[in-house]
C-alpha cells in the first residue's frame, strides 16, 4: 500500500509560480511510476507529468510543457512539481499519483494510488 499527501497549492496571479509537494509512504518500489494528475471544475482527470521513481527523463502535458517542472527526491521519498508562467486555465485540483509500473502513461486511469489533491487557482 501507498500513501500519497499533497502539499503547496494556493491563490496565485497569473504569471506567477507555485511548488506543488507529495510525500510518498508505505511500499513505493523502484520498478513505480509517479505523476501528477489535474481535474479543473467539471472536466475529466489530466495528465500532468510522469517520470519512474528511478528514472531521470520525466515526460509532460504538451499545455504544460516548458512551464512545469517535475522532479523527486529519491531519499526523503519526495515528488515535486514547480509550476511557472500559470495561466488561469491550470486551475484545478491537482494530484500526486503512482502506478506499479515505471514506464510513461498519460492516461489517468493507469495510476493505483492516489492523494487527496491540492488546489491551484490562477486568477487572471
Known amino acids: 500500500q501507498v500513501q500519497l499527501v499533497e502539499s503547496g497549492g494556493g491563490l496565485v496571479q497569473a504569471g506567477g509560480s507555485l511548488r506543488l509537494s507529495c510525500t510518498v509512504s508505505?511500499?513505493?518500489?523502484?520498478?513505480?511510476?509517479l505523476g501528477w494528475v489535474r481535474q479543473a471544475p467539471g472536466k475529466e482527470r489530466e495528465f500532468v507529468a510522469h517520470d519512474g521513481w528511478n528514472g531521470g527523463y520525466p515526460n509532460y502535458a504538451h499545455s504544460v510543457k516548458c512551464r512545469f517542472t517535475f522532479s523527486k527526491d529519491n531519499v526523503k521519498k519526495m515528488v515535486y512539481l514547480e509550476m511557472s508562467s500559470l495561466k488561469p486555465e491550470d486551475t484545478a485540483v491537482y494530484y500526486c499519483?503512482?502506478?506499479?509500473?515505471?514506464?510513461?502513461?498519460?492516461?489517468?486511469?493507469?495510476?493505483?494510488?492516489w492523494g487527496q489533491g491540492t488546489q491551484v487557482t490562477v486568477s487572471s
Open positions: 508505505g511500499r513505493a518500489f523502484s520498478t513505480y511510476g
Open positions: 499519483a503512482v502506478r506499479a509500473d515505471y514506464r510513461p502513461t498519460e492516461y489517468s486511469h493507469d495510476y493505483h494510488y
